[in-house]
C-alpha cells in the first residue's frame, strides 16, 4: 500500500531553518506530483508547496514564498521541503501528500497523505 513518512520537524528558534523530508513507497514516485500542507491549530490546513513529477514546476503560498523551497529526487522517492528564515506563525503539523497530476492550484485534491511532522518555532 502506499505510505509517505515524513521527518525532519522539530522544534527551532524564529529565524532558523529545517528541512522536511518525505518518503514515499508504493507508489511510481516519479509519476506522482507531490505536496506539502500544514495546519495549524484552530486553522484550516492550507498547501504551502507543490512540485511537478520531474521537479520542473513548483508553486507557492504567498506567506512562504522566498522563504521556503521544495524539491524532489525521484531515485530516491523522496520530496524535501526547505524551510529557511523561520517564523512563529510558520508552527504547524506539516504533512506530505501524492496527486496523479501538477496542478497550481492550491486547492487541488489528493490521493495520498502522510501522517504529519510537528514543526514549532519559538519567538
Known amino acids: 500500500q502506499v505510505q509517505l513518512v515524513e521527518s525532519g520537524g522539530g522544534l527551532v528558534q524564529a529565524g532558523g531553518s529545517l528541512r522536511l523530508s518525505c518518503a514515499a513507497s508504493?507508489?511510481?514516485?516519479?509519476?506522482?506530483?507531490m505536496g506539502w500542507f500544514r495546519q495549524a491549530p484552530g486553522k484550516e490546513r492550507e498547501r504551502v508547496a507543490a512540485?511537478?513529477?520531474?521537479?520542473?514546476?513548483?508553486s507557492y503560498a504567498d506567506s512562504v514564498n522566498g522563504r521556503f523551497t521544495i524539491s524532489r529526487l525521484n531515485a530516491a522517492n523522496t520530496v524535501y521541503l526547505q524551510m529557511n528564515s523561520l517564523k512563529p506563525e510558520d508552527t504547524a503539523v506539516y504533512y506530505c501528500?501524492?496527486?496523479?497530476?501538477?496542478?497550481?492550484?492550491?486547492?487541488?485534491?489528493?490521493?495520498?497523505w502522510g501522517r504529519g511532522t510537528q514543526v514549532t518555532v519559538s519567538s
Open positions: 512540485v511537478s513529477w520531474t521537479g520542473a514546476y513548483t
Open positions: 501528500a501524492a496527486r496523479r497530476t501538477y496542478d497550481s492550484d492550491p486547492r487541488s485534491r489528493y490521493d495520498y
Open positions: 508504493g507508489l511510481a514516485f516519479s509519476n506522482y506530483a
